[in-house]
């Protein structure tokens, strides 16, 4: 009996072809969607230098000061550094606490929330930081606000 026609044969093969052409595609696809944001921002280096500029604006900045009033600012930014080197896919892990045992007991609000975010970005801006890149990470932590006010 004959089981294949060489129509189907010929079809085969362009299948087993096409597919052999694709795979390198698929095994290069971390490569093609290109760098990540971690990378993109300047890495660690460049990461620690806007939590640590961040951390310097909240902590004269009237609005939301007196939440840091007995906190270790210097761990704080390890934590904050190692958080968004993980969030922006850089080679970091986050061990500390999650958003809601963080900021359990502080009651805070939206305009809080706000007025941090405006420190980071006053950071940012003094880093030079493209505003393409600033919203990637404002885009990355507007979602945890539910987890860290009125908690
Ligand atoms: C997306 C927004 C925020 C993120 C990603 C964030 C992240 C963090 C992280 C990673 C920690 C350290 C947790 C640990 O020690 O294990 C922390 C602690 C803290 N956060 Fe936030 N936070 C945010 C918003 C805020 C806001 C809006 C305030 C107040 C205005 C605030 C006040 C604090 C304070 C006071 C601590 C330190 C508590 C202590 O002294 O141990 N956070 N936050």
Do not use: W
């Not at 963080?102 to 003094?126: I, W």
């Amino acid at each position: 009996m004959k089981l294949q026609s060489p129509h189907l044969t010929r079809h085969l093969a362009g299948v087993v072809l096409t597919c052999a052409m694709a795979l390198p595609t698929f095994a290069h696809a971390e490569m093609a969607s290109g760098p990540t944001l971690y990378e993109q921002l300047g890495g660690k280096p460049a990461i620690v230098m806007i939590v640590h500029d961040m951390l310097a604006n909240v902590v004269a900045d009237n609005r939301i000061n007196h939440y840091f009033a007995k906190t270790n600012i210097p761990h704080l930014q390890m934590e904050l550094v190692s958080q968004i080197c993980e969030l922006t896919d850089g080679p970091c892990k986050y061990t500390g606490l999650n958003m809601q045992q963080a900021h359990r007991g502080m009651n805070l609000k939206t305009a809080d929330f706000n007025a941090l975010v405006e420190d980071l970005q006053k950071s940012m801006n003094s880093n030079n930081v493209p505003l393409g890149l600033q919203n990637q990470l404002l885009n990355i932590l507007a979602p945890m606000e539910p987890d860290v006010v009125h908690k």
